[in-house]
């Protein structure tokens, strides 16, 4: 298990330059407020312990984000009852989804047809808000952008991969995705459909490129799943060029609260979606962690932060409950 050594932290966030006095009192604070409330996935009480805790220490916004989470998959009004009947029954987590089930199995995922979202992904959004400041940057230092070569690690379906490139407007050939063989819903039959060359990442966990291959490399909603990160990490410090950047997209989480429903999260995927249903205490590793702690991390595996910035499209998605963000890293 990766764990931050928290002496090391806080001697970088009290050194950092970077960071304001404020800034560098809270983010102190938010580590040591740790493990106060949270239960883990196998306790199968973490629907409760989050709504019962907010509920009493009255957090407002922490009530709409686990709202938020079950409207996505049963819709608002059902999802308000919901909570209600959590809190009022204290209800196991694995009876919480079987309910889930049982709504959507009767009334299909509910989508909210007025969301702003359906005017584009977030992602979409951010992709092309990047690729105009990529597109800057390729100017100023006179780089021919039919010679970009890109590689997406833990690429998954792949969606993402065509979408990024896209809109960096990457030539198709310059594509090159890689992942492990098998990953919850992803196989090696959806890995050997992809529409951009593939690379299985080796056995021991190496890239399988050589030394300043690439100039963009991107880690979507992955590196919080990687066991050995500093080695996944030194990897990626090897492959790509001088000049290079990593954009990486994570879920910026700070308290018990974020952790917890994130692990919700992935429970309701892999329940209600990948129709894991054998053992809904049992998942892939996953560890989170916080803006500061993945700069910390990157800064450690000798690279530099860039630029970072939050995912939403508009105001009311401010309080999305999955918190992502991305952040940009230059090699040292
Ligand atoms: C939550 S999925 C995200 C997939 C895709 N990037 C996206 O955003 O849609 C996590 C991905 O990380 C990959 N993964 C997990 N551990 C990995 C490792 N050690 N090296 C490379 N990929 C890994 C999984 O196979 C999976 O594709």
Known sequence: MYLIDKKKYFDWINS?????????????????????????????????????????SEKILIIAKIILLL??????????NLVSEIKKNKMTDTEVLKIMEKTISEKGIKRNSNDVYNLCSS????FESLALKYKDYIKENNIDIK?????????GNGNKTLMFSKSIGIEKENVN?????????????????????????KEDGTLDYPDNSFDIITCFLMLHHVEKLDFLLGEINRVLKPSGRVIIIEHDCHDDYDKMILEILHKC????????N???????????????????????????????NYIFINLEHSTRFDNIYYAIYAKK
Request: proline share 1%; with cysteine.
């Open 71 to 80: 409207q996505k998959f049963i819709g608002y009004k059902k999802a308000v």
């Open 123 to 126: 992602y979409k959004y951010v």
């Open 269 to 276: 995927f892999e329940y209600l979606k990948d129709k894991n």
């Open 16 to 56: 950092n330059k970077f960071l304001t006095g404020c800034q560098k009192k809270v983010m102190i604070y938010l580590r040591k407020q740790l493990e106060k409330i949270y239960v883990n996935r196998q306790s199968n009480k973490q629907f409760y312990t989050y709504i019962e805790n907010a509920y009493k």
């Open 147 to 155: 010679k970009i070569i890109y590689l997406d690690i833990g690429c």
């Open 278 to 308: 054998d053992d809904v205490s049992n998942s892939g590793y996953s560890s989170y962690h916080n803006w500061a702690e993945w700069d910390f991390i990157f800064d450690k595996n000798n690279f530099t932060y860039v630029k970072s």
């Open 177 to 201: 995705g890689t992942d492990i063989k098998s990953w919850g819903p992803y196989d090696t039959a959806l890995h050997s459909s992809h529409q951009f060359n593939f690379k299985y990442v």
